[in-house]
């Protein structure tokens, strides 16, 4: 199955089983072990990124369903060297402990500081028809999507309050 | 996972025509490809209708809504008029499952969401709704999350989706177009069948059917309410859910529209007990009465015995907070 | 050079405050975080071998006899290598410290999950649907999977039986007589199992996932039967254990029969329902407590009996009592342990075995027994410390369980509370105040480090040792920093190569204090050597921004050395593991707000409050704290393996079914260290924290909501039906 995706800004054309996940496409096929497989069914969130400007599950769609979609994974958002706001707020807050889920919450993180302010309630929003404010509440809701093991999220939500601020 | 071949619709009738030969039809997938991962489902062929124009939330005429089957979950519930004047929708969408999800999940495939008994999801076990004749083997297993009305000796899954019950609420209907052209309109009364002797059929849906769009009539009148009682904070199924449309005029319940979750293999819906609440004043005594309605044949299985006095707490809970009662109750 | 040190007496010196480099306990970042962050840390299932086929576990849908293995549908499918089953596979993990193979063979099938053989294919998707295709032909039903149906084996080590309990109890002033019970848990570390094995010749190298690899290198070769120096293991990031990744288990045994048959190398990865199924459980309990007071509040006997599960043959038990024999007193004592053999999956290590489950318990007790004697909570502990161990006569390390509970009931407003159970309601919702001790014991291993001190001024640090996501890079840098006056990033830290000097592996809190003084020890070793060069004493040379100051001189450490030096360090636990109750403790002070329709429990305030020797880098050590309370917030609210009632399977073995804490069950939580150092516990004075973050937290929880509704759960997780069940 012919399938052509831009990831992090590139293209890349593949010859996928049209089986293969998004996330199995960009760990086996295009090496961009950044990206996790914690549940392989949509149950932890590590394998969150961004699609088209939307944060999905990318164990849950397969990559021939996205053929000519942008594809924005962790490798996409920062490097070691040159971290983006929320990468660097997550080690400063010490917002992950083993590490594993944590591209998951920092892509997912980015996405939903979006949603935000785009305006999009969430179910303890008490006004939905107001424009919701991140609160630390908002931000639990809205990253609750991802689960921690080590079970970092009091650290998480101060990192993500920090660079929502 | 077992092999498939996979094309893109060209059409909403193409795709009708592959699914009555036997294709599967995938939209956001979230469900479907947790399933065929576990080979609960095994399609031969996935028709992909996620290309299709099915995206748009129009107006109607009457000043209800029509939702295209593919509008996302998050879109849906982020929708203005969504959360202007159906409210209860709104929050069932953003009380289910998680951010990442929503933004997959659409208004058609979340209607078609299968449900999730253990031992449905484990092709070693018997299951009656994925291999009819094998047996039930949730009856006398764990069955916390399992139906306490409406249920059959051949299957006692509960229906997942709290959309599906905020849209029972609302009486809306589904809109599907038959392999061959034919379009009808399904209330969602209609939509979810209960188990009886043919658990594996979850909805009215006939093979070749795509769903085209979801309708709401225009906005009831009175508050809005949708509760869920969950064991976590977020991102879990409903033990109960309810979604409430009441209206209260001159100290009465003028009218009542209640839909209950994780209670039944469909969306729960008792006219009954609306009846019991219409013109009469609200009161704790009148609640309770209304849930001895709604409860009159729960039976519970053992681990989900406690769904009965929780649905009436839930309901209970829901009506106090719509009739704003506050501490009366 | 290498240098050794056994820990046989206290060691008073407290070398790290005398240092001059001010890093070590710092809230420093991590230096593997960047990584981390940007998804290039890599983890077991990632290095990119040439030539992997994929390996998919194939379940044993029931227990019983394996007659054959039903190949042949999945030898046809498309791509597939091979279908792999031998007598080297695995029943279950390897028990932590095991350093042998555990149970092996596929033909008897002792539970439901057992993994039993491998599909081999070029893909991953071509053998995962293959392993589906197998036909496994399984004789023989019957066998016990419930606890308390089957007659138990005593563990006698952990039997006491004191005085007469039984008296104590009549002539008490005031007691509790209750039976708890607590259900299974799964570790469920984010990162599934998973390894990559590859041979060359006779020679194995296995990236994986695993916590103590100078255990599982033995337990490795010693399943294949080849020598173990035949055996390398990389594990330089483990996406957490919790105890799930102590022992060798059944991916690399796997990918490695596997490997070895087809002649290149298999990545096997567990799915997560295999991880819950086939990977270690904590085991459920009941638990029998009796307390007995006088009128006064003070234990006159104390009475701890417990029924835990595990496999036949699987040298485990839940050590629920573990803190109970020397946190209390009570003159007159009955504690037990009893192990029920039943066809459940194996139950092993989940993060503070024993005091994770033994001590929400005990502390639910407590609070019933303050409440029966009208005594505060706090000050009922507070009565209730004994001078020495109440059934040796030995005396306390360093204790500072006083301490945490008068500071955190300060911090938290304790005093302040609503003392009238159901007594506090803000709208629907019923507030509580819970309160409960915090103790976990300490324990150290044998370790060993190699430091070299690098002619440039820099330094290295090496050791198999793990970092799970304790923070081991971060601490063994900043001690090697601190001893050796270098700015902490000119200090390399290299871990997860089994080839490297055999750390302790992490596990049971001991990884920081044992690995941490093996290089403190090597760090002396290096002084020395640098005390020689400038031809002073010891204890006159400071160490600061990688110079050397003797006197009046301050040379830098690279115009110093012409060569490397480096010397491996050697820590042994000694006389004082015997001599002293070495334990770290704490306290939880925790709000709840309990719906009063539906039974809903949500967390609103947390505080702990811990004493655990001297805290290395206080930004790790409170992230495992705060980990630690999520995990009581889950034990308490949650987290419930649901076992079939007829053949023991788990049922919810997923992520949607079996709750962890999402982040919305969580609060921003509060902790508290209190300054201590434990010169009996190891050269750093320190202590474990990894755990005791944990060991007690659920029992604050399930007080709160007593207080908050007056409904005394029992039964754990406390889930709103229990809660809707008492107010009824």
Request: hydrophobic share 40%.
């Amino acid at each position: 199955m012919q399938t052509r995706l831009t990831v992090n800004g590139e293209e890349a054309a593949l010859d996928l089983d049209p089986r293969t996940t998004l996330l199995d496409a960009l760990r086996h096929h295009l090496k961009l072990t950044g990206t996790k497989k914690g549940c392989d069914h949509g149950q932890c969130g590590a394998c969150t990124v961004i699609v088209n400007g939307r944060r999905i599950n990318s164990c849950l769609t397969l990559a021939c369903m996205h053929d000519g979609d942008a594809v924005t994974t962790i490798e996409g958002l920062g490097t070691p060297g040159d971290l983006s706001a929320l990468q660097q707020a997550f080690v400063d807050h010490d917002g992950y402990q083993c590490g594993y889920c944590t591209p998951g919450q920092i892509c997912s993180a980015t996405a939903m500081l979006a949603e935000a302010r785009d305006g999009w309630p969430s179910v303890v929003t008490d006004d939905l028809t107001g424009a919701p404010a991140l609160s630390r509440e908002e931000i639990s809701e809205r990253m609750s999507g991802n689960l921690c093991r080590c079970a970092a999220y009091s650290n998480i939500v101060d990192a993500i309050s920090e660079v929502a601020e | 996972m077992r092999p498939f071949d996979y094309t893109r619709a060209e059409s909403v009738s193409a795709a009708a025509g592959q699914a009555a030969d036997g294709a599967t039809i995938i939209a956001g997938g979230t469900n479907l490809l947790d399933l065929m991962k576990l080979q609960v489902e095994t399609p031969g062929q996935l028709v992909d209708i996620n290309r299709l124009p099915l995206a748009e939330i129009e107006e109607t005429d009457d000043g209800g809504l029509r939702i295209g089957a593919l509008v996302t979950n998050s879109d849906l519930a982020a929708h203005p008029r969504i959360r202007s004047d159906y409210p209860v929708l709104s929050r069932a969408l953003l009380a289910g499952a998680s951010g990442q999800l929503r933004n997959k999940a659409t208004t058609g495939g979340n209607l078609c969401q299968r449900t999730r008994c253990g031992y449905f999801y484990d092709t070693a076990m018997p299951c009656n709704k994925r291999e009819p004749g094998s047996g039930c083997y949730a009856i006398d297993g764990f069955n916390r999350i399992h139906a306490i009305l409406g249920a059959s000796e051949h299957c006692i899954a509960t229906h997942p989706s709290d959309m599906a019950v905020a849209m029972r609420a609302l009486d809306a209907e589904v809109e599907i177009e038959r392999a061959g052209g034919d379009t009808l309109t399904v209330p969602a009364k209609y939509f979810h069948r209960l188990p009886h002797d043919t658990p594996q059929q979850d909805t009215v849906l006939e093979p070749g059917d795509v769903i085209t769009a979801v309708t709401l009539p225009r906005p009831p009148s009175g508050e809005q309410r949708y509760r869920k009682v969950r064991d976590r904070a977020s991102y879990a199924f409903a033990l109960v859910s309810v979604a409430a449309v009441v209206d209260v005029r001159d100290g009465k319940i003028a009218s009542a529209a209640l839909a209950f979750g994780g209670l039944a293999h469909a969306p729960w819906r008792d006219e009954r007990v609306e009846e019991a609440l219409v013109g009469e004043a609200p009161s704790a005594a009148l609640f309770d009465k209304a849930a001895d309605v709604l409860l009159k044949d729960a039976r519970g299985y053992g681990h989900n015995d406690f769904k009965i006095p929780l649905a009436r707490r839930a309901l209970a809970a829901t009506l106090i907070d719509i009739c704003s009662m506050g501490d009366e109750a | 050079m290498t240098r050794s040190f056994t820990m046989d007496k206290p060691d008073e010196r407290r070398r790290l405050d005398a240092m001059a480099q001010g890093v070590i306990g710092k809230p420093l970042s991590r230096p593997d975080g960047p990584l981390k962050v940007s998804g290039t840390a890599t983890y077991a299932a990632e290095y990119d071998i040439e030539g992997a086929a994929h390996g998919v576990l194939v379940r044993a849908p029931r227990f019983g006899t394996l007659t054959a293995l039903g190949r042949e549908a999945a030898e046809v499918m498309p791509g597939v290598l091979g279908v792999f089953s031998s007598d080297e596979f695995l029943r279950n993990p390897a028990q932590g410290t095991a350093d042998e193979a555990p149970v092996q063979g596929t033909r008897d099938i002792a539970y439901v999950g057992q993994q039993v053989a491998l599909v081999v294919a070029e893909t991953f998707e071509q053998a995962r649907d293959a392993a589906y295709r197998m036909e496994l032909e399984i004789e023989g039903t019957g066998g016990a999977v419930d606890p308390e149906a089957v007659e138990p084996e005593r563990q006698d080590d952990e039997t006491v039986d004191q005085g007469d309990l039984d008296a104590a109890m009549r002539a008490a002033a005031h007691s509790v007589d209750q039976v708890y019970r607590t259900a299974g848990h799964a570790a469920a570390a984010m990162e599934p199992h998973a390894a990559i094995a590859s041979w060359d010749g006779g020679k194995l190298t296995l990236y994986g996932s695993y916590q103590m690899l100078n255990f599982n290198k033995n337990e490795l070769a010693d399943s294949l039967g080849i020598d173990v120096e035949d055996v390398h293991i990389l594990s330089p990031f483990v996406g957490g254990g919790f105890g799930s990744k102590l022992g060798i288990s059944q991916e690399a045994i796997a990918a490695a029969v596997a490997a070895r048959g087809l002649g290149r190398p298999v990545s096997v990865v567990m799915t997560r329902q295999q991880v819950f199924e086939g990977i270690m459980r904590r085991s459920e309990t009941r638990q029998h407590v009796r307390l007995a007071c006088d009128e006064n509040g003070v234990l006159t006997g104390l009475g701890h009996e417990s029924l835990v599960s595990n496999l036949p043959d699987e040298p485990f038990a839940e050590p629920v009592p573990q803190s109970t024999h020397f946190l209390y007193g009570g003159e007159n004592r009955k504690i037990s342990l009893d192990v029920a053999r039943i066809h459940r999956p194996a139950a092993g290590s989940v993060r503070a075995p024993g005091e994770a489950v033994g001590m929400p318990v005990l502390e639910n007790a407590m609070d019933e027994l303050a409440e029966a004697a009208g005594i505060d909570p706090v000050e009922l502990r507070k009565r209730n410390l004994p001078d020495c161990h109440p059934e040796e006569d030995i005396p306390y390390s360093s204790r500072k369980y006083a301490e945490c509970l008068e500071e955190g009931a300060k911090r938290f407003g304790w005093a302040d509370r609503n003392r009238t159970p159901g007594g506090l309601r803000e709208g629907e919702w019923l507030i509580g105040h819970g309160m409960a001790g915090a103790s976990r014991v300490n324990q150290t291993g044998e370790a060993a480090a190699r430091v070299t001190l690098h002619r440039d001024g820099s330094a290295t640090v090496a050791t198999n040792m793990t970092d799970i996501g304790t923070g081991t890079y971060t601490v063994l840098g900043q001690i090697a920093a601190e001893m050796l006056g270098l700015p902490f990033d000119k200090v390399r830290v290299e871990l997860g190569d089994s080839k490297d000097p055999d750390g302790p592996g992490s596990g049971g809190s001991w990884g920081a204090s044992s690995s941490g003084s093996s290089v403190f020890i090597a760090c002396e070793g290096v002084r020395e050597k640098i005390c020689e060069a400038l031809g002073c004493d010891e204890g006159d040379l400071t160490l600061k921004d990688g110079d050397a100051i003797h006197g009046n001189t301050r040379t830098p450490l690279s115009d110093l050395l012409d060569a490397d030096i480096e010397v491996e360090g050697k820590y042994e636990p000694g006389d004082t593991a015997e001599a002293y109750v070495q334990a770290g403790y704490g306290a939880y002070f925790c709000e709840v707000a309990v719906n009063r329709f539906t039974g809903e429990t949500r967390v609103r305030r947390m505080l702990g409050v811990y004493a655990a020797g001297r805290i290395l880098n206080e930004k790790t050590a409170r992230s495992q704290c705060i980990g630690g309370m999520t995990w009581g917030i889950g034990t308490a609210l949650t987290e419930e393996l649901a076992h079939d009632p007829r053949d023991g399977h788990i049922v919810n073995h997923d992520l949607a079914e079996y709750h962890v804490p999402v982040n919305l069950d969580v609060p921003a939580l509060d902790v508290v260290f209190i300054k201590e150092r434990d010169d009996a516990a190891c050269p750093l004075q320190s202590k474990g924290i990894g755990e005791l973050g944990f060991c007690g937290a659920a029992g604050a929880v399930v007080n709160a909501i007593y207080n908050a509704t007056g409904v005394r759960v029992r039964s754990y997780p406390a889930t709103l039906d229990k809660v809707i069940a008492g107010a009824a």
